[in-house]
């Protein structure tokens, strides 16, 4: 493990194969070209409300994703776009749900932050920074009660939530009780305009948890090879001890924290130096230098991404909205338990 997780580990495109390459490319230029249109959108009133991009970012979600097999479980944050959509969602549900449509993955309820399709095991989507990671633990531990001795739970967190106390428990938790999550880190290096250093006196996440007893690793997360080969180690190596590991990622995200946002925090030549580590051109240079793409198919793959963009964008805005009579539906509070439990024989 610890080789793989190096950030210098050397990662040769010509040891992969074509067809994978591509279809990671692939990938992220759906997550990039759905996020564009969803800032456009946004811009339209067509989409309201928080919307987090993750541009930038997308060769943390490529090179995770194609390492799991549909019945492991994944939980994410707010900024979780492309992890639905690379864990099954359509792209015209979740553009749906950014519209608030019924037609969305969460009914239209829970928009940008909240995408969630349990038959697709995506567990969200939430807005409360590290919330994810005791559901996760929550979620590996019921994996285990049901008997279901396979299973990997994949946790994706930015690095603020380490600030949380939530972060230690979870991880001391899965630790302890040797649960098989694996907990993603994608370090951007902000949580929303503070700086890491500026919140913790020790900024090596590695080391926070590993004084949880997690091993762990950390990978330079631009680099779509380097993420997927740390990935599917530290996949490996949960499912067949079924105990939890950390994998933290460095990456960036090219764009605001969220709509509103003047980014007081970090200057643009920064911004600028990290656009250079593009995670999409840079990949794509790779391939075409190693033949194994050439500038038509760059071009096909964009243009096949662009037209699933527009039809899910045609999907959301033929979508129709919840009447307003059904507002109270699936509201449950302390009063409407008590008359249930009241009533139930
Ligand atoms: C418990 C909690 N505290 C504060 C917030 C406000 N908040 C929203 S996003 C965010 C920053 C989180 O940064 P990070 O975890 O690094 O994720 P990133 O946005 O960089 O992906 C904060 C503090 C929140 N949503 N939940
Ligand atoms: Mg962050």
């Known amino acids: 493990m610890t080789q793989a997780t190096s950030p210098h580990f050397p990662i040769d495109v010509k040891n992969f194969d074509r067809d994978f390459c591509q279809r990671r490319l692939l990938d992220m230029l759906r997550i990039r070209r759905m996020e564009e249109r969803c800032a456009q959108l946004y811009g339209e009133s067509k989409i309201r409300g928080f919307l987090h991009l993750y ?32 864990r099954g969602i359509s792209m015209n549900a979740i ?3 950014m519209y608030g449509k019924q037609e969305g993955c969460s009914r239209g309820r829970g928009g940008s932050m909240h995408l969630f399709d349990r038959n697709c095991n995506f567990y969200g989507g939430n807005a409360i920074v590290g919330a994810g990671l005791p559901t996760a633990v929550g979620l590996a531990l019921a994996d285990g009660m049901q008997g279901h001795e396979d299973c990997v739970t994949v946790c994706f967190f930015g690095e603020g939530a380490v600030a949380e106390g939530v972060f230690h428990e979870s991880l001391n938790l ?20 503070t700086a890491l250093a500026r919140s913790e006196a020790q900024i090596s996440l590695t080391t926070k948890a590993a004084s949880e007893g ?23 190596f949960v499912r067949r001890e079924q105990t939890p590991f950390f994998l933290e990622l460095h990456t960036y995200r090219f764009r605001a924290h969220s709509m509103y946002d003047a980014e007081l925090y970090r200057d643009k030549q920064e911004v600028e130096r990290w656009k250079a580590h593009d995670p999409i051109s840079n990949f794509a240079a790779r391939l075409k230098e190693a033949n194994m793409l050439s500038a038509q198919e760059l071009v096909r793959f964009d243009g096949e991404a662009q037209q699933e963009v527009e039809a899910a964008v045609r999907y959301a805005e033929a979508g129709s909205l919840e009447p307003v009579e059904h507002l109270l539906n699936d509201v449950v509070s302390a009063a409407t338990m008590q008359t249930m439990e009241k009533t139930e024989p």
């Open 55 to 86: 541009i930038g970012e997308e060769a943390v979600a490529a090179g995770v994703f194609c390492n799991l097999k549909p019945e492991d479980k994944v939980i994410a944050t707010y900024r979780e776009h492309a992890h639905a959509l690379l």
């Open 214 to 236: 997690l091993p762990t690793g950390h990978i330079n997360g631009m680099n779509l090879l380097a993420v997927h080969a740390a990935a599917s180690q530290a996949i490996d």
């Open 174 to 193: 899965a630790a302890l009780w040797r649960l098989p999550v694996l907990f993603i880190c994608e370090n951007n290096l902000y949580a929303m305009g």
């Open 95 to 97: 553009m749906a749900e």
